[in-house]
């Protein structure tokens, strides 16, 4: 339930509050006062789109704030704790006995035309707006009864007629229409490219046969590059570790004479000359000791070196044959299968499981076409039961909206509910709903879309809300001149019904006739004011002679006139004894 809705720089309304609450509130005023706007506000907390049109001239925004009241917990209280918003306990209960919160909805449009949405005191995306609209509020305008004329939503409503257990075998069906779609896709891509697919697993068994007989290991190639380089400079490589040898440590044969002394023998000279003098000054004892760390270095040095020179691989031009035999073979998956070597061993790897797929291929068609078979006959047996649901559910609402035609000034009027069947599956099933208007015995019933005028469909649709507020009850009904091509008696009646209506939902009607606005239980006027230049308007809530004056306003145009007021008052009168 709406309990009010703030409105500021929309349209021409400046600034304004609607106190709505519980019941049957109508929305009355002049032409051009601005009573579509109202209906604009409430559009925008509900997610429709935004239009930088609505927002007011020379004004910085426009913004709207609805305060709802809705269970605590619930499929609503939950979407807005996962947008992140908060509900504040109010400390009441519902009908169901339920604990009730407040829920605040806010819409803010810039003078550009963007909008931001907020939800329980939190920005949300405006999408979140329509998904708690679709569970809070029924709008009906002009529109809707255009929609009314579709099969799709004749079908809806008798759908939602048919009750909670009709509604839990559609969703079964659903459930396996869908499976169904998706496997017998899945069956005949499989069937129509089988050739195709069988010629891409030979491909891809030549692939993997010629990946595993060279068996590439991760890092390979970098080893592999490494050690060619080693080996195909194994001379140069030798020549400098003999030279440096040399210069290190050379050993000389008994009686050799060498041309130069190597740094080992260098070394040990000059540590011997310092240990001849250190005696005489301590500062030559870490000098000495340095050089006997650095001789002892060299020797280390020249040790590795030794070792070095011994593990070159005199075999090594055979084995460099080798290793570019080994790295061609290598490069030749890289330039088929690559860019690098990791991407060959990836396309074995999923090759494999691709492979493993296509040579199933001929089970996997079995298994659906087992499937497939299997769920065409749960399908066609669960459309039949909605068809059996659908036609016993299509009798008892055309005698139920025929009754309310009754009540609704059409009393010759008799609404028929056909249910045919398609050739076809969709996913509703097989049914081809269509409601039929018979305006009075011995005529032809006709679709809606073909023998109704406006007003009768205005009807109509009333009348079908009414009937299905009893199986399927809406918290909120909006209606935007559902009186449309209405008046006299025929509006008293809506005007009753919208009060019937109003006893289980809360039913919000913006009106032009007197005739319905008399019923509510709450009466606001949008008040239009000129000063010249911007017209503003406001809200203001109605009662006593004020209220009075507004029905004789809306009777004959004048609020003061004698006739009009009597008028009025009879009205009211007539409408408070029901």
Known sequence: MIEEISIRNLGVIGEARLPLGAGFTAVTGETGAGKTMVVTALGLLLGVRSDSAVVRLGSQGADVEGHWIVPERGPVAERVREAGGELDPVGTKDRDGEDEAQL????????????????????????????????LVVVHGQSDQLRLRSAAAQREALDRFAGAGFAALLGDYQAVYRRWQKDQGE???????????????EELRSSMDEIERVAP?????????????????????????????????????????????????????ARRQLERV??????????????????????????Q?????????????????????????LSALVRRYGPGLDDVIEYLDSGSGRLFELDNDGDRIVALGESVEADRVTVTELAAQLHEGRSRAAEKLGAALSEELAALAMPDARLVVEVGERAEFGMSGRDQVSILLQP????????????????????????????????DPVPTFIFDEVDAGVGGASAIEIGRRLARLAETSQVIVVTHLAQVAAFASNHLSVVKDSDGEVTASSVRQLDGEERTAEMARLLSGLPDSESGLAHARELLELAAAG
Do not use: C, W
């Open 440 to 471: 009075h015995p011995g005529s032809e019933p006709r679709p809606l879309g073909k023998g109704a005028s406006g007003g009768e469909l205005s009807r109509v649709m009333l009348a079908i809300e009414v009937v299905l507020a009893g199986s």
């Open 305 to 329: 070196l030794a070792g070095y020179l011994g593990g070159l691989d005199a075999e090594g031009a055979a084995e460099l044959e080798q290793l570019q035999q080994r790295r061609a073979e």
């Open 217 to 269: 290991q991760p890092g390979e190639d970098v080893e592999l590059d490494e050690r060619i380089a080693r080996l195909t400079n194994l001379e140069d490589l030798r020549l400098a570790a003999a030279a440096a040898h040399e210069a290190i440590s050379h050993e000389l044969s008994s009686g050799e004479v060498g041309d130069a002394p190597d740094a080992v023998t260098l070394l040990d000279a």
């Open 278 to 303: 250190v005696a005489h000054d301590a500062a030559l004892a870490p000098i000495v000791e340095a050089v006997e760390s650095a001789s002892f270095a060299v020797a280390d040095v020249a040790t």
């Open 104 to 135: 605040i909805l806010g819409r803010t449009i810039s003078p550009e035309g963007r909008s931001r949405a907020v939800v329980g005191g939190r920005s949300a995306p405006v999408g979140v707006l329509g998904e708690l609209g679709e569970r």
């Open 187 to 201: 069956l005949d891509v499989l069937v129509a490219e089988r050739d195709r697919r069988a010629q891409e697993a």
